[in-house]
């Protein structure tokens, strides 16, 4: 069996460069990396990423992907969108430091639970507060990508105008992707013209701008926990079932 | 070592605890789960061990209160990459709860409130090494950490201390749990960076 290749695992470390950088709020940015060696992915996975200092020091994150894979001249590429953390040990470099061509470690895609796929037929719900946006814009992108006709909601709860992740593309896809609404709660500060005071999400908002449990929807809700435990109780407060809600927590990932 | 990152530092050193492999340190305690947190009601709250031979053993939240109570203080590593050292925990040994149960089995597959499934040798659950826990920090554990009770296995990534914990299905043959299923290691040693399949 000597001849044969090894088979192509998710574990394996790659190596992958920047090719591309899209600034989208003060404090993310989009990293779109070129993996040559990349297996593909569904929407809603993560990847590690790894940073090697001189010395050897490492340090990992897992960062979720924010779109389909696109074919570049140099190999599939794989983007992420990246949070700055204060006094983060990774969000910082990746922000500020690491530069056009530089190299990093990616192994991926991860996680088999929170995903969809594109041959699903249920209305589907998505729930994200602040960078949880990230993995739902890829199920949003996704489905547009595979003709999906499934309707899709999306509730985004920001704390004020500008901190609206994929502001430009949001506003193209609600008014070009045939079967998707969008509705933002802001907690800070409302723009011009909004009707209402800045809130927390609750349940008007997510009995207005959800599907009703008879429609059966695939719910999927990302956030920091607070957030995430709030909207999850609200669902099933008002009859998902459980099995139904996918939920991934932000936890500190500096 | 990998491939290095231009201009890429990272944290100082120094002063870092040994912690496993690929772990930062945290201050705070994230949750990380799959799905709404269960609310669970103690006065129809139990505990059940059901051996391979279809024996049960049962256990009413009073009656685990009464058991011979310990306090684990024990670091314990997230496969989110955090880590928390010494924790301060309150609960029963799974020693003690296994104590009369008559079994062959070399598997268990902990069952929660909720659904959630993750699956451990026995032999992990065994030798003072894992508990039953009802109290953090002197509190009683928030339902978002997996209250009223969780299972408390340190030395295995997290993931492994079911919340919400319901039961021990004990088994002859190893089955793999919620994580397991998608893509998470069989058993999960922070110390040998078991996260993933293939690990």
């Given amino acids: ?254 | 070592m990998g491939i290095v990152s231009p201009g890429f530092q990272g944290r100082p050193r120094t002063q870092e605890p040994a912690l496993p492999p690929g772990q930062y340190l945290t201050e705070d305690f994230p949750v990380l789960s799959a799905g709404p947190t269960p609310r669970v009601p103690l006065d129809t709250w139990e505990f059940v061990i059901a051996a391979e031979n279809g024996s049960e053993h049962r256990w009413s939240w009073q009656e685990l209160m009464a058991l011979p109570q310990e306090t684990p203080m024990v670091d314990i590593h997230c496969v989110t990459r955090w880590s928390k050292l010494g924790t301060n925990w309150q609960g029963v040994s799974l020693d003690t709860l296994l104590a009369d149960v008559d079994t062959g089995a070399h598997f268990a597959l902990a069952h929660s409130y909720g659904g959630y499934t993750t699956n451990l040798p026995l032999d992990d659950l065994r030798g003072g090494r894992a508990w039953v826990v009802h109290t953090f920090d002197g509190a009683p554990l928030p339902a978002e950490h997996g209250g009223p009770a969780r299972l408390l296995v340190p030395h295995l990534y997290f993931w492994k201390s079911a919340k919400w914990v319901r039961g021990l299905r004990l088994k002859t043959m190893d089955e793999p749990g919620f994580w397991e299923t998608a893509g998470y290691h069989d058993y999960g040693d922070p110390w040998r960076e078991q996260r993933y399949q293939g690990d």
């Fill in chain 1, 1 to 254: 069996m000597a001849t044969s290749k090894p088979p192509r695992t998710a574990n394996r470390w790659q190596v992958a460069r920047l090719v591309e950088r899209r600034v989208e709020t003060r404090t993310a940015q989009t990293l779109v990396l070129e993996v040559p060696d990349w297996p593909g992915h569904l929407p809603g996975q993560h990847v590690d990423l790894r940073l090697t200092a001189p010395d050897g020091y490492q340090a990992a994150r897992s960062y979720s992907i924010a779109g389909p894979v696109v074919d570049g001249p140099g190999g599939p590429r794989v983007e992420v969108t990246v949070q700055r953390v204060h006094d983060g040990e990774v969000s910082p470099y990746l922000i500020d430091v690491f530069g056009d061509g530089d190299p990093l470690e990616v192994r991926g895609p991860l996680g088999g639970w929170f995903i969809w796929r594109p041959e699903e037929t249920a209305p589907v719900q998505l729930v994200a507060g602040g960078s949880g946006i990230v993995p739902l814009m890829a199920m949003i992108r996704a489905r547009r990508a595979a003709g999906s006709k499934v309707p899709f909601r999306l509730i985004y709860s920001v704390r004020t105008p500008s901190d609206v992740i994929y502001a430009d593309e949001l506003r193209r896809r609600v008014r070009d992707d045939f079967g998707l609404d969008i509705a933002y709660v802001y907690t800070r500060e409302a723009p011009e013209g909004w009707r209402g005071e800045p809130h927390r999400i609750g349940l008007a908002d997510v009995n207005t701008h959800g599907w009703p449990p008879d429609l059966q929807p695939l719910t999927y809700v990302c956030g920091p926990t607070a957030f995430v435990e709030t909207v999850a109780d609200l669902l099933v407060g008002l009859g998902h079932p459980s099995r139904q809600v996918k939920t991934e927590r932000f936890g500190p990932t500096g």
